[in-house]
C-alpha cells in the first residue's frame, strides 16, 4: 500500500508540474508573438517606406534587405516576420533567399501572408494591351 500511494503522489506532482508549466507557455506565447519584428509588404506600398503595417514596403527584396541590415544591426534575439499583405506580387526577376535570411533556431525569419488575406507570388509577366 505504501509504495502505491508514493507512486500516486510523485504522479500528481509531475501532473500538476506540467499543469502549470504548460499555462505559463501559454500565458507567455502571446507575449513571445508580441516582442517579434515585423516588416510589412503591400502591392500598393513603397520601397522608400520603413515596410510598417502603415507604411509598407513594395518589394520582396526591400523587405529581405531590411531584415538582412536588422540582423547586424540587432542582435536581440527576436524572430523576424515579413507579413505580405493581400494581392498578386509579379516578379521580374529571381528572388533569391540564402543562409543568412533564414535568422537563427531561437530567432528565425519567416514570410507569410497577413491573417485572412491571399497573396500570390507570380513569375509570369502581366500582359497588357493583347489583341487576338
Not at 101 to 109: A, C, I, L, V
Amino acid at each position: 500500500m505504501c509504495c502505491r500511494i508514493r507512486i500516486w503522489a510523485s504522479f500528481r506532482l509531475v501532473f500538476y508540474s506540467l499543469t502549470v508549466f504548460s499555462s505559463a507557455f501559454v500565458l507567455l506565447s502571446p507575449y513571445a508573438i508580441a516582442q517579434q519584428i515585423q516588416f510589412f509588404v503591400a502591392v500598393d506600398g513603397n520601397d522608400a517606406n520603413p515596410g510598417t503595417i502603415a507604411e509598407p514596403f513594395a518589394t520582396l527584396e526591400r523587405a529581405r534587405d531590411a531584415v538582412r541590415q536588422r540582423n547586424q544591426d540587432d542582435d536581440s534575439g527576436k524572430p523576424t516576420e515579413v507579413i505580405l499583405r493581400g494581392g498578386k506580387y509579379f516578379l521580374d526577376h529571381t528572388f533569391v533567399l540564402s543562409e543568412e535570411d533564414s535568422g537563427k533556431r531561437e530567432s528565425p525569419t519567416i514570410y507569410s501572408n497577413q491573417q485572412d488575406e491571399q497573396v500570390v507570388v507570380s513569375g509570369d509577366v502581366p500582359l497588357t494591351d493583347w489583341q487576338p
